[in-house]
C-alpha cells in the first residue's frame, strides 16, 4: 500500500517500474524499453501478481530455448493495460515487438533466442491496474511446487479442509501406458478438479476438469514420471471438505 510519498518517489515509479528503464527508440517510435534489470519470469511458475499505478510500466524477461513454443498469460483483474513482447532485451514497439500493444488474454510464440522481454503497460485510469502473468511450456521439465502434496496411487483416501477459494494441489508416479483415476469425493461445500502435466496447475492451467467434483477424472498415462492435480474451492463461505484418492485402472 503507498500512503503518502514525496514527489522524487512518485516520479522513480512512473519513470520505471520493477526493473524497466526507458530507452532511445528507432523508427519513431515514441517509448521504447530496456530490460536488462528486470526479473525472470520462470517457466512453468504460479502467475505472478502485480499492481501499477497510472501510467506506470512493468518488466519481465522470459528464459527461453530456440525452437520451444511459449504460451504467455497475461490476465486483468482491474484498470486497463496493454503489452508488448520482443526478443533480446530491449523493447521497441516499432521496430523489434513480436506483439505490440496486446490486450490481455493469451500469446503464444516459437523463440529464436535464448531470452525475450515483456513489458506491461497501464493505461492511465486513477485506479491504476493490477495484474496476474505467467508462461508454461508443456515440454519444459516441472518439478513439484513447494506445497503440493504427494499421492500413493492405490492408497486410502486424503481428508483436506479448505477456506474458500483456496486451492490445494497434489502430484503422483505414473507409468506411461497405464490408466487412473482420480477421485474426490466432496464431504461439505463445492470443488473443481484440475490434471495437468505441469506443476502450476490451476483453474486457468490444466489439460483435465472435473466441474464440481463429481464424475472424477480417468486418463491414460503418456509418459513415465509425475502428474499434478488442483483442486479449487469455488467460493463457499464455509470453504470445502473433501477426500482425494488415486487408483490405477486395470483391463
Known amino acids: 500500500m503507498i500512503l503518502k510519498v514525496n514527489m522524487i518517489v512518485i516520479v522513480l515509479l512512473l519513470s520505471g517500474c520493477n526493473g524497466v528503464e526507458e530507452d532511445y527508440c528507432e523508427n519513431g517510435s515514441q517509448v521504447c524499453w530496456s530490460t536488462n534489470n528486470a526479473p525472470y519470469l520462470q517457466v512453468n511458475e504460479v502467475p505472478t501478481t502485480s499492481q501499477l499505478i497510472p501510467n506506470a510500466v512493468d518488466g519481465y524477461r522470459i528464459p527461453t530455448r530456440p525452437g520451444a513454443s511459449y504460451t504467455l498469460v497475461v490476465g486483468r483483474e482491474l484498470g486497463s493495460l496493454r503489452f508488448h513482447v520482443s526478443p533480446g532485451t530491449r523493447v521497441d514497439p516499432g521496430a523489434n515487438t513480436i506483439a505490440s500493444n ?140 473433501f477426500d482425494i484418492q488415486v487408483i490405477q485402472l486395470w483391463p
Open 102 to 241: 496486446r490486450y490481455p488474454g493469451e500469446f503464444t510464440f516459437v523463440a529464436e533466442e535464448s531470452v525475450y522481454s515483456v513489458v506491461i503497460e497501464d493505461r492511465g485510469r486513477p485506479e491504476g491496474s493490477l495484474y496476474t502473468i505467467r508462461v508454461y511450456y508443456y515440454d519444459e521439465p516441472s518439478a513439484p511446487l513447494r506445497d503440493s502434496r504427494y499421492l500413493d496411487v492405490d492408497a486410502a483416501p486424503v481428508q483436506v479442509r479448505m477456506v474458500g477459494d483456496e486451492l490445494s494441489r497434489f502430484d503422483f508416479n505414473v507409468v506411461r501406458g497405464n490408466d487412473y483415476e482420480i477421485w474426490v469425493n466432496t464431504t461439505s461445500g463445492a470443488v473443481d478438479t484440475f490434471l495437468s502435466t505441469i506443476a502450476s496447475v490451476d483453474e486457468e492451467l490444466y489439460e483435465q476438469v472435473d466441474w464440481y467434483g463429481n464424475d472424477g477424472i480417468r486418463f491414460r498415462a503418456d509418459h513415465d514420471g509425475r502428474v499434478y492435480v488442483a483442486v479449487k474451492d469455488r467460493g463457499q463461505p464455509t470453504g470445502s471438505d
